[in-house]
């Protein structure tokens, strides 16, 4: 899966999933990655989507030197999910998030913001993290997990579990 997407085997890949849209905060998660990226040089961040903020996140992204690679809309989330380590998600609101199921079935540690059905799939210290909403608390929950290659394996794991049993 990274050479299908062109991407180094040394680093620890971080992906966000989904559209990229205010409703989702790409611009907190670009917070985050700033923050996560003076902790750690190893990290690299994958945005899998397309939307009306595209634009202004890769200008950001672009001005600021963050380590981001935007993939664009993709149809084989399989890949992706397959190349990456974390999964992270970001946003304000959702409902059932499709990303974070599919990471679980995926096999994937998950981080996320505390908001609507989130904490049925991901249980928080179990198949993942749950944080508040902003950017420092994302940045400290990724750079836990960064850190620590056996709490990864095992939330996977769980993971996987979890979300075939559920969903």
């Known amino acids: 899966a990274l050479a299908s997407l062109g991407l180094e085997p040394d680093f620890i890949y971080v992906s966000f999933i989904g559209r990229i849209t205010q409703i989702k905060r790409p ?26 903020l595209l634009e202004e996140c890769q200008k950001t992204a672009s001005e600021k030197e963050l380590p981001v ?10 890949n992706i999910l397959s190349a990456s380590d974390i999964v992270v998600l970001t946003s304000d609101n959702e409902g059932t998030p499709l990303s974070l199921i599919q990471a679980g ?15 049925e799939i991901v ?21 836990s997990l960064v850190g620590d290659d056996v709490q990864r394996n095992n939330f996977g794991s769980a993971a996987s579990v979890h979300t075939h049993a559920n969903y």
């Open 27 to 52: 611009d907190r998660f670009l917070q985050m990655v700033e923050l996560v990226s003076l902790e750690n040089k190893n990290v690299k961040f994958l945005v899998a989507g397309g939307g009306d």
């Open 69 to 78: 690679i935007f993939l664009g809309w993709r149809s084989d989330i399989e």
């Open 105 to 119: 079935l995926a096999g994937k540690p998950t981080v996320s913001t505390n908001v609507g059905s989130v904490k």
């Open 123 to 143: 249980l928080d210290g179990t198949t993942g993290l749950i944080t508040e909403l902003d950017s420092e608390s994302l940045a400290a929950a990724v750079n």
